[in-house]
């Protein structure tokens, strides 16, 4: 921010297409970097003059503004049903595992459904982390239909008390259609076994995908109907603006924040916590 002033009490047009141009280098997008620029000068504006804190205040309650609020109901349902989806290698299985060890930290019955039959080593990963995360695992023969797997998971899974069910599936392209036509079983046969589950569909996304995470979401979205976001491999990435262009535009809630490899590397998605991170309090020279 002290960088970015180039006068010591105002805000010149340079300064905002700085900005924008820095906004948009952490992935905000052009649209929302430009929205948010227009409700800085204004902000600016208002208060009669900018220095960084003033610049980083009006920064930061503009992007917060965008954040979708996490409606916290999928907490207490029981049993609650919880979908993993999304691309290859986003980081549905790693964040099947450390959900199933947060939600069992919590004192909930978990239970975790090996819904990706594809690939046999899939399967294996998930054992892995069952076994780390210390919850049983339901998995079939290999090849199994993954909504077999899911109605067998509720069957067991209900009868024996499991009060939370995280579902792996399988990576897949959102635009292909006979695999987005899977997760609709999944979700059709769920429904048969137990009313209204699954109660969540949770897109992971890794952040790296920068821009092209958004069309992945609206494609997501249009094909199952969303209600959550899990943003992975944030320690990776200095470019977690996708985040607030994934709320403005899609209007989703974020979940959960993946910030490595290892089971605790999960955090609930804390709106002013991300946008302190995000945003960083201005050097003060002294
Ligand atoms: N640094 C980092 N790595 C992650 C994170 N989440 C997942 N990974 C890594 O990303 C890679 C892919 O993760 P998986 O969980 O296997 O991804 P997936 O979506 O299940 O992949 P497919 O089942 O093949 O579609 C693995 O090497 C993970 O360790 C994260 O939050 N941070
Ligand atoms: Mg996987």
């Known amino acids: 921010m002290e960088a970015l002033l180039k006068g010591p ?3 010149i047009p340079g300064d905002l297409a700085e900005l924008e141009e820095r906004l948009v280098a952490a992935d905000l997008g ?39 609020k996490a409606d916290p109901a999928w907490k207490t349902a029981s049993p609650v049903v ?8 986003a980081g549905k299985t790693t964040t099947a ?25 899939a399967e294996e990963q998930l054992t892995e982390w ?16 993954p909504s077999t797997v899911v109605f067998d998971a509720l069957k067991s899974g209900l009868a024996h008390g499991a009060d939370c069910l995280v579902v792996d599936t399988a990576g897949r392209l959102h635009n292909r259609q006979n695999l ?18 699954p109660q969540e569909k949770w897109l992971v996304l890794d952040a790296n995908t920068g821009q092209n995470g958004l069309s992945q979401a609206r494609e997501f979205n249009k094909g199952m109907g969303l209600t959550g976001l899990v943003l992975t491999k944030l320690d990776g990435t200095a470019k977690g603006g996708i985040v607030v262009a994934l709320c403005e535009q899609l209007g989703l809630p974020v979940r959960f924040l993946g910030v490595g490899e290892g089971l605790e590397d999960l955090v609930p998605f804390d709106p002013p916590m991300f946008v302190e991170a995000l945003i960083p309090n201005p050097v003060v020279n002294v």
């Open 9 to 11: 009490a105002r805000l």
């Open 30 to 68: 052009t649209e929302t970097a430009r929205a948010i620029c227009k409700e800085v000068a204004e902000g600016v504006h208002r208060e009669g003059k900018a220095d960084a804190e003033i610049l980083t205040g009006q920064l930061r309650n503009a992007v917060l503004r965008r954040l979708s």
């Open 82 to 89: 919880i979908l993993l989806v999304g691309v290859n290698g």
């Open 97 to 121: 595992g450390k959900l199933a060890a947060r939600f069992s930290m919590e004192g909930r019955k978990v239970l975790l459904a090996a819904a990706d039959t594809f690939r046999a080593a």
């Open 130 to 145: 069952a076994a780390r995360a210390k919850v049983e695992l339901v998995r079939a023969a290999h090849g199994a239909a």
């Open 180 to 197: 987005m036509e899977e997760l609709h079983k999944i979700a059709r046969v769920a429904e048969k076994a137990a009313p209204g589950i």
